[in-house]
């Protein structure tokens, strides 16, 4: 079993910048792909980025590529999400997630471990 524990959401203003962690007590980390979903409210939950195991690769939805930026410490057990230039339209919950069988993909019945989530406002 996977825990996925989410940090460093708040309330920010357009324009700046905020940075997500999440945090695995899983021993084998390193095996999973990991990325970030987010749901605004009254919308369904929608893909953001996600990395590969190693680290050396990424995917962005449209919506966030170029401000966005995903990375991993596989040591440390941790991925990351470098938010910048950030808009209304970013307020959402957060979630990081997990799929231990590798697939690269952006539904979220991929990834059967979820965070509990942190919240992003970004005011306008």
């Known amino acids: 079993q996977v825990q996925l524990v989410e940090s460093g959401g708040g309330l920010v203003q357009a324009g700046g910048s905020l940075r997500l962690s999440c945090a695995s007590s899983?021993?084998?980390?390193?095996?999973?792909?990991v990325g970030w979903f987010r749901q605004a409210p009254g919308k369904e939950r929608e893909f953001v980025a996600r990395?590969?195991?190693?680290?050396?690769?990424?995917y962005y939805a449209d919506s966030v590529k170029g401000r966005f930026t995903i990375s991993r410490d596989n040591a440390k057990n941790t991925v990351s999400l470098q938010m910048s230039s950030l808009k209304p339209e970013d307020t959402a919950v957060y979630y990081c997630?997990?799929?231990?069988?590798?697939?690269?993909?952006?539904?979220?019945?991929?990834?059967?471990?979820w965070g509990q989530g942190t919240q992003v406002t970004v005011s306008s």
């Open positions: 997630v997990a799929d231990p069988t590798g697939r690269f993909g952006t539904s979220a019945s991929l990834y059967p471990y």
């Open positions: 899983g021993r084998t980390f390193g095996t999973y792909v």
């Open positions: 990395i590969s195991r190693s680290g050396g690769s990424t």
